[in-house]
């Protein structure tokens, strides 16, 4: 079972960059596919981000589109989310997410394994 750590959050103002890593124990983290998601205070856990087994697909939550950008080394089990020019609406707890399967999701429910989340706080 592979676990999943999340760092990179804190507190940043409007218009500022962050970057997440989110580190696997699994030697196989190769053969999953990753995913960020984000639950705001009040709010349903929602979909921002998807990298594929090789990195070779991508998907993006259309609000993050042009601002955030996923990628993966997985010499270092690790998968990344570059985020710029973040907006109060961002703030929100940031999870990480592998999924065993190859086919694209946003569904959370797909995801085997999660992270315990990194806070994130965008302020105005």
């Known amino acids: 079972q592979v676990q999943l750590v999340e760092s990179g959050g804190g507190l940043v103002q409007a218009g500022g960059s962050l970057r997440l890593a989110c580190a696997a124990s699994?030697?196989?983290?190769?053969?999953?596919?990753m995913g960020w998601f984000r639950q705001a205070p009040g709010k349903e856990r929602e979909f921002v981000a998807r990298?594929?087994?090789?990195?070779?697909?991508?998907l993006y939550e259309d609000s993050v589109k042009g601002r955030f950008s996923i990628s993966r080394d997985n010499a270092k089990n690790t998968v990344y989310l570059q985020m710029n020019s973040l907006k109060p609406e961002d703030t929100a707890v940031y999870y990480c997410?592998?999924?065993?399967?190859?086919?694209?999701?946003?569904?959370?429910?797909?995801?085997?394994?999660w992270g315990q989340g990194t806070q994130v706080t965008v302020s105005s």
């Open positions: 990298i594929s087994r090789t990195g070779g697909n991508i």
């Open positions: 997410a592998a999924d065993t399967s190859p086919i694209q999701s946003r569904r959370g429910e797909r995801y085997s394994y």
């Open positions: 699994d030697g196989t983290f190769s053969n999953y596919a």
